[in-house]
């Protein structure tokens, strides 16, 4: 195995933008963007080529690594408000080819759709081989076109959830895990090899309210009734013949057969077709020695502001993964971790800016440190400028704590929010040590001494003093959330317990204020903030994303990160149990956790 330190890295870098003027790499590191240019024709139709694919993350701009540009759910919907805003385009193609997204962010994009076609352009969606995420969207299409041998698997609604109990029972490990909260099940992925009947009955009720938003939506979309879209998502598996029978999608046709009907009956007249819409053009010109120094500013994260610009901003603060004590970073498997003091610091950044008139506070995570989650809470709710919290695919427990700080709350429709509870323990490993030739001599005083040793399960006294701190947290948390919520505790502690509910739910229940995604939050941000419906306002991301060198030397060190490149190369599903298995040892490693129950999968 190779070591290299990073500052001899670093010089390796920079020698080699000098030696090579930076060409083989410069489109993929510049952040200096241009828009694209895009041409019109009295004599041509103009369709934008939006392409959706792989993973949108939901938060600020990543930094630019060396492996290429990460796209964002913001940008990808400001390119589609930008289409709606283009008098020169005639409509828009979206190819759509598997994209890794959850429900929150497919609604995000279905009211970007619905904007777009309510602008007056003509919507196709381009399918090849779609599963419900892809044809959920493209059913917010004008018409949807499939080639002959595509395929639609619209099949409903699956949640699998992921439990530990016989692997560590075959390796001698045994969870001791207390929680607070009848439903609150975060603890059964270690202690039980399926669901308990409090948890079975939750993920019933979702997996119903998901598979009545399924069909409701397709039904809306393809003028058909719920029950026979019921019966067609049944029959589960089509070729494009067969959908376009079953009236599921408009058109069977070939790429090069787009040309011919995008005429619409017009010989005459020409179609370009603007591929990569919207899409930013880097400054790629890095020759020479003012070339060498303006990449090394992209790589360490130099970026030039104006700040004599007065133009209102609204301050967008991310809240993108597990939730702990301290600082924000990237683990092993690539999970994000967000820390409390990061999220603070961006929240008192905003509040103290006195061009930012207003905060959303963009929240996807399932939760983690009960007291990392209090942090973030309380700086919501003495923060001096309107907070509107906007849930993503996930806000729930440590996630919906720090949302439910907002002065409102919006959720989508298939947010997964709620599970107010708490949960703590851990996994003790004597056995597993013995078995491998390892043993440990102890001397303590006090009673507690071992409580957070991993070698035993707890004693009485032990398991008696944590479960008394968990009461005391829980007790937090449901008063909290009843006064955020403008409950009474009778009214908050059925809804609590742990019990998790799709945005729909919550909104019936008064867990959330209002249906709607990032753009309803963001208005909702503006009205409260006093800024008129049309003055210009510009939108500050925080917390600021590392830069490529900050990355590399404030992470693991340089072998870790190759092993974890190495680990990439596994299968999909492998990774995804091992991505599930690193959030759970991380988060588990503070006593007290509000986690949302279980590792899940909803598909």
């Known amino acids: 195995m190779i070591f290299l330190s990073r500052s001899v890295l670093t010089l390796l870098i920079a020698s080699s933008i000098s030696w090579m003027g930076i060409s083989p790499v410069a489109d993929?590191?510049?952040?200096?963007?241009?828009?694209?240019?895009?041409?019109?024709?009295?004599?041509?139709?103009?369709?934008?080529?939006?392409?959706?694919?792989?993973?949108?993350?939901?938060?600020?701009?990543?930094?630019?690594?060396?492996?290429?540009?990460?796209?964002?759910?913001?940008?990808?919907?400001?390119?589609?408000?930008?289409?709606?805003?283009?008098?020169?385009?005639?409509?828009?193609?979206?190819?759509?080819?598997?994209?890794?997204?959850?429900?929150?962010?497919?609604?995000?994009?279905?009211?970007?759709?619905?904007?777009?076609?309510?602008?007056?352009?003509?919507?196709?969606?381009?399918?090849?081989?779609?599963?419900?995420?892809?044809?959920?969207?493209?059913?917010?299409?004008?018409?949807?076109v499939m080639p002959p041998a595509g395929s639609l698997m619209v099949t409903g609604v699956r949640i699998e959830v992921t439990f530990y109990r016989d692997m560590l029972d075959k390796i001698g490990a045994k969870a001791d895990i207390l929680q607070v909260g009848d439903f609150k099940g975060a603890g059964e992925t270690f202690t039980r090899s399926e669901m308990s009947p409090e948890l079975k009955m939750q993920y019933e009720s979702l997996a119903v309210d998901f598979f009545d938003q399924l069909t409701s939506h397709i039904a809306t979309d393809r003028n058909l009734s719920k029950e026979r879209v019921e019966q067609l998502i049944d029959e589960g598996l089509f070729m494009a013949d067969s959908a376009k029978k079953n009236k599921l999608i408009d058109r069977v046709a070939y790429p090069s057969d787009w040309q011919q009907f995008l005429r619409q009956g017009d010989p005459q007249r020409k179609v370009n077709l603007l591929e990569k819409y919207g899409e930013k053009q880097t400054d790629n010109d890095f020759s020479g020695f003012a070339g060498m120094i303006k990449f090394m500013n992209l790589l360490m994260g130099q970026q030039k502001e104006n700040t004599s610009d007065k133009t209102p901003q609204i301050a967008i603060v991310y809240v993108n993964g597990a939730i702990v004590p301290g600082k924000s970073s990237n683990s092993l498997m690539g999970n994000r971790v967000v820390g409390s003091q990061t999220i603070v610091d961006a929240i008192q950044a905003a509040e103290k800016e006195s061009r930012v008139k207003a905060i959303v506070v963009r929240v996807d995570s399932p939760g983690g440190s009960a007291l990392a989650s209090d942090l973030i809470w309380h700086s919501i709710r003495k923060c001096k400028k309107p907070v509107i919290a906007?849930?993503?695919?996930?806000?729930?427990?440590?996630?919906?704590?720090?949302?439910?700080?907002?002065?409102?709350?919006?959720?989508?429709?298939?947010?997964?929010?709620?599970?107010?509870?708490?949960?703590?323990?851990?996994?003790?490993?004597?056995?597993?040590?013995?078995?491998?030739?390892?043993?440990?001599?102890?001397?303590?005083?006090?009673?507690?001494?071992?409580?957070?040793?991993?070698?035993?399960?707890?004693?009485e006294n032990e398991r008696a003093t944590l479960a008394a701190m968990m009461e005391s947290i829980y007790l937090q948390f449901v008063t909290k959330a009843a006064t955020s919520r403008k409950m009474n505790l009778k009214q908050m502690r059925p809804l609590a317990e742990g019990k998790v509910y799709t945005g729909r739910q919550a909104k019936k229940i008064g867990l959330v204020d209002e249906l709607g995604g990032l753009h309803d939050a963001l208005r909702a941000a503006r009205k409260a903030s006093g800024l008129a419906v049309d003055e210009k306002v510009k939108l500050w991301m925080l917390p600021k994303q590392q830069s490529f060198f900050e990355e590399l030397l404030g992470s693991p060190a340089l072998d870790t990160q190759l092993s974890g490149t190495r680990l990439r190369t596994l299968p999909k599903s492998w990774m995804q149990y091992l991505a599930e298995a690193e959030t759970l040892a991380q988060v588990f490693r503070y006593p007290v956790n509000a986690l949302l129950p279980c590792v899940i999968r909803i598909e």
Do not use: W
């Not at 019109?40 to 938060?59: N, P, R």
């Not at 008098?87 to 997204?101: A, C, H, M, T, Y």
């Not at 090849?128 to 044809?135: K, L, V």
């Not at 997964?416 to 003790?428: D, E, H, M, P, W």
């Open 390 to 459: 906007s849930m993503g695919d996930v806000a729930a427990s440590g996630g919906y704590y720090v949302s439910m700080g907002a002065k409102k709350v919006f959720a989508e429709e298939g947010t997964l929010t709620g599970s107010i509870g708490v949960v703590g323990g851990k996994v003790a490993l004597q056995d597993t040590l013995l078995k491998l030739g390892v043993t440990t001599d102890v001397v303590s005083r006090g009673d507690n001494s071992g409580i957070f040793s991993i070698l035993k399960p707890f004693t």
């Open 28 to 144: 993929l590191l510049a952040n200096e963007t241009k828009p694209t240019s895009q041409g019109h024709s009295e004599d041509s139709f103009q369709y934008a080529v939006i392409s959706l694919d792989g993973t949108l993350i939901d938060g600020a701009p990543p930094p630019i690594p060396l492996g290429g540009r990460e796209k964002t759910l913001h940008g990808f919907i400001q390119r589609i408000d930008q289409a709606a805003d283009d008098e020169k385009l005639d409509g828009v193609i979206f190819k759509i080819r598997s994209p890794s997204i959850g429900r929150a962010k497919i609604a995000e994009i279905r009211s970007a759709i619905g904007r777009l076609r309510n602008s007056g352009k003509k919507v196709f969606a381009d399918l090849e081989m779609a599963t419900t995420s892809e044809y959920v969207i493209a059913s917010a299409c004008d018409e949807i």
